[in-house]
């Protein structure tokens, strides 16, 4: 998998990792989400009534977001992302933990998982998604426009916008909402520090030289 400029882009599965290249796993984090709330009740019906599990407010998208945690590589629902730098490469998922409700809690989305799919790339949209998985098992929003601002041994940040998935225009009964920009989102992932990575390198060489 490749990411240009401007969209993300498969080509007949993942392309093969050079020799010297080297992964990041993603670890821990956060991503920042600024919804469009009017927008949403407006157009859907969705009233805003609360967030709810540990998200962090406000986010890094201004005094209106909020931002999810991005769960460790361990646990019941791990974070797998890993890439390699400018994400010449990359594969998994970011796993993330709360939620928001709407409609005093008739309607409630969250432990978001962020994916990718080149079957979803189109024009400006970038193939990443945003999936809920907690009470609405769906894929709410297409990430369009992305701007790759870092992807390298320093972390892991994505900037784009929200547009409405189908399925969830689907689920709102309004398949024309399919396409709408109701936010944008953004991603700061940590990766472990080059130091940290060495010692566990440096670490393994020593056990095993033990063991001979």
Known sequence: MRFNKTCAIVAGGAFAAAASAQTFDVVGGKTSVDLDFALLDAAAGLDFAQVVGPVIAPGDLGDDSVAFPIN???????????????????????????GVEFNTGAVTVGDFTIGFDGDRASGAVSGFFVESTLSINAILFDVANPNVIQADAGGLIIEGDLWVSPEFAGFLGDTALTGANVGEARIDALVPAPGAMAALGLGGLLAARRRR
């Open 72 to 98: 460790a590589r361990d646990g019941s629902l791990p974070t797998t992302f890993s890439y390699e730098a400018g994400l010449a490469s990359f594969s998994g998922a970011i796993e993330h933990a709360g």
